[in-house]
């Protein structure tokens, strides 16, 4: 069974608005990651956030991570068309090397 | 420095055939995993190496799947014999021995069997 669930499945915005994807997992976690993956490519990682971590902040983007809930919510401020992918959580178990992923959100920036 | 390279980048075979998806991590990687994504569902995991070594091999479907890491570089995995269900993208993904928590992604290879 899967460890995270992404939400929405899909979210289409235009230009210039926010986007929020939220992630849920079931075990206890060492990490959460996002990552992006456009059309056809690999995935790329964007951030990683640790579990006694509850903000983090890179560039555009903003991650929360809510242990007590098992929750975490990714955030892209003022996107861009560039920024249409699909955006996956995953998450890495105390001691593991697996990572885990999710099923992912279709994001779509409409110009 | 050269990114995961996955070969080949589509392969569409018969029910019965044998595929061979190959990865070249980053050089210097010793974490190599593969992972499979169907149809729009979870990028699931199937199998970790750690250098020449299975680490974790738990996600593997069934035995018609075997992965292989020779020499701790390139890692193959074939399907033998393929069936529809095994259609998807295949990912291989390395990490760094110490820096071991981001992964970096080969662009997958898209197997279809017909």
């Known amino acids: 069974s899967q460890q995270g669930e992404e939400d929405p499945q899909a979210l289409s915005i235009q230009e210039g608005e926010n986007a929020t994807m939220n992630c849920s997992y079931k075990t206890s976690i060492n990490n959460l990651q996002w990552y992006r993956q456009n059309s056809g490519r690999g995935l790329v990682h964007l951030i990683l956030?640790?579990?006694?971590?509850r903000e983090k902040h890179s560039g555009r983007l903003r991650v929360t991570l809510d242990t007590s809930k098992k929750s975490s919510s990714l955030l892209i401020t003022a996107s861009r068309a560039a920024d249409t992918a699909s955006y996956f959580c995953?998450?890495?178990?105390?001691?593991?090397?697996?990572?885990?992923f999710g099923a992912g959100t279709r994001l779509f920036v409409k110009a | 420095e050269a990114g995961v390279t996955q070969f080949p980048s589509h392969s569409v075979i018969e029910k019965g055939q044998t595929v061979t998806l190959r990865c070249d991590p980053i050089s210097g990687h010793d974490n190599l995993y593969w992972y499979r994504r169907v149809m729009g569902k979870e990028i699931k995991f199937l199998l970790h190496f750690v250098k020449e070594s299975k680490q974790d091999e738990s996600g593997m479907p069934n035995n018609r799947f075997l992965a292989e890491r020779t020499g701790g570089t390139y890692s193959t995995l074939k399907v033998q014999p393929a069936e529809l269900e095994d259609s998807g993208v295949y990912f291989c993904a390395s990490s760094h021995r110490t820096k071991s928590e981001k992964l970096f992604f080969g662009s997958g290879t898209q197997l279809s069997v017909l």
């Open positions: 956030i640790r579990s006694n971590e």
């Open positions: 995953a998450t890495m178990a105390f001691g593991g090397f697996k990572t885990i």
